[in-house]
């Protein structure tokens, strides 16, 4: 009869450990944010994607991983891989990140040099110092606090090309699964509801965006000699616009389900309004609550439209014009379902017998976690000792195509979404920054999380 594996020990001062280890992140992200890792060689050159990609597996490597290497995915871009054994019993958790990030966009938007950790009214701004170098960040100084006490097995992905969405590491993956699986992702790619709110992200929309033409005349007409019956392009466009919402602004899309309802963690009318820079005395769209919006229905939101500018306009009835419309879907409904009811409703809404073409552009599932298994149990237990406060659940607005890949390959694989970023990290725009004491905090929770799941795998 073998002697059952003794139950890994929790450092008393794992704690301290991290806190310690706060100068050594500021400088390890001072160093990612000088890297201008934008995965788009327009605009900058691919040697800065491929130096941050170095850095990161030369970084995980001194924290104790093993076989760290780049690895081309399909899109070109290089992902980091690694891993550690997991001790005999032990379950294996996947830790993933980005290295890429947004471009800067106005340069005179931002109040320090974006290539430049910049401290500020005690927070470090910078881009890509939430979205994702904080993240990495996170990972390097939990497995640094816990050093050889590290009780799991870890795997490790840091992809290169998230922002630019070109799907290289989705379409990695299928063909790569020994090299990634896990019982346990942590998918570190989202954050907090607010600073000191613990947080899980739960639930992710879809997507279907569309290009949507409208035609109602061979050629633009001179509106002095026809305005008036002859019809109008852009207004049957506005029309047609117009009626993908109801009277409060609210989504109304025939054929989805317009009424969900959000069951987690709520959203301040507020705060949203304070994080989404609305303007005084606007008034937010639709009906029900913040969270019901933003997670539970579905979203119309018009990108854009090619019409005649106002500079240059001629006096002319518009013979074509068209628009980009995005659709951000709730889960429970899927993606091409709902790509296919957005068409329908443009097409029936078109007046005057106006010719409506409609062309598809991408698509993107849909995502919600399964929240009652043992990672799940250990997660909160770390937050209620990181935060004092047990873990909230929350969507997001956003889509993380990867989700779904992930999801399809490894069924019975835990999936949590969590890490540095809140609301007022302002991710993609100008400003970007993170709270570090987010980080800190962060950083406790994954290495709690690590010993916490050790003990439920081993149960």
């Known amino acids: 009869m073998t002697e059952p594996t003794a139950r890994p020990s929790l450092p008393d001062d794992l704690a301290a450990r991290v806190a310690a280890l706060m100068p050594r992140a500021k400088a390890d992200l001072a160093e990612l944010v000088a890297m201008p890792s934008v995965a788009d060689a327009r605009q900058y050159p691919p040697e800065h994607c491929r130096r941050a990609a170095e850095w990161v597996a030369g970084a995980f490597a001194d924290a104790g991983l093993e076989d760290v290497r780049l690895a081309e995915t399909p899109d070109g871009s290089h992902a980091v891989l690694g891993h550690r054994p997991a ?23 931002w109040h320090s040099p974006p290539f430049e950790l910049t401290e500020r009214d005690g927070r470090w701004y910078g881009r890509g110092a939430a979205d994702c ?15 050889d006490d590290v009780p799991v097995g870890l795997r ?6 998230e922002e630019q969405g070109t799907g290289g590491l989705e379409a990695y993956v299928p063909g790569h699964a020994d090299e990634l699986r896990a019982d346990a992702l942590l998918i570190c790619d989202t954050g907090n509801a607010a600073v ?10 879809g997507l279907a965006n569309v290009v949507v033409t409208v035609s109602t005349l061979a050629g633009d007409m001179h509106s002095g000699m026809f305005g008036g019956p002859a019809p109008d392009a852009l207004a049957a466009l506005i029309r047609i616009l117009d009626s993908l919402r109801d009277a409060d602004g609210g989504t109304r899309v025939q054929g989805l389900d317009n009424e969900g309802a959000w069951p987690g963690l ?15 005395g606007v008034s937010l769209l639709g009906s029900g609550s913040v969270a019901d919006r ?6 119309v939101t018009v990108l ?8 240059g306009s001629a006096a002319a009835v518009p013979a074509r014009a068209r628009a980009r419309v995005s659709l951000r879907v709730p889960p429970g409904t899927g993606a091409t379902a709902a790509a296919e009811a957005l068409e329908a409703h443009l097409r029936a809404a078109a007046p005057w017998g106006a010719r409506v073409e409609v062309e598809r552009e991408s698509t993107g599932a849909p995502f ?30 956003g889509s993380i195509p990867l989700c779904n890949v992930l999801g399809s390959t490894f069924p019975d694989a835990e999936m949590i979404l969590m890490g540095v970023e809140e609301p007022r990290c302002l991710i993609h725009a100008p400003n970007e920054s993170v709270d570090p004491t987010e980080i800190e905090r962060m950083s406790l929770v994954e290495a709690l999380f690590l010993h916490n799941y050790a003990q439920a795998g081993r149960s």
């Not at 000191?196 to 929309?205: C, E, I, N, W």
């Open 368 to 397: 919600r976690a399964a929240t009652g298994g043992p990672a799940y149990a250990a997660l909160d237990r770390a937050m209620r000792d990181a935060y004092g406060r047990p873990v909230s659940f929350l969507g997001q607005g």
């Open 156 to 161: 490790l992905v840091v992809e290169g090309s």
């Open 196 to 205: 000191g709110v613990p947080t899980a992200t739960t639930a992710l929309r």
């Open 133 to 147: 170098k904080g993240n990495i960040v996170m990972h390097l100084t939990a497995l640094r606090a816990l050093g």
């Open 87 to 109: 001790p005999p019993g032990a379950p294996t958790v996947l830790l993933y990140s980005h290295y890429d990030v947004q471009p800067p966009l106005e340069a005179a938007a």
């Open 266 to 280: 709520g959203y301040d009318e507020q705060q949203f309004r304070t994080d989404a820079g609305v303007l005084d």
């Open 304 to 311: 854009g439209i090619d019409c005649p500018p106002v500079v």
């Open 294 to 299: 933003l997670w539970a229905r579905p979203a």
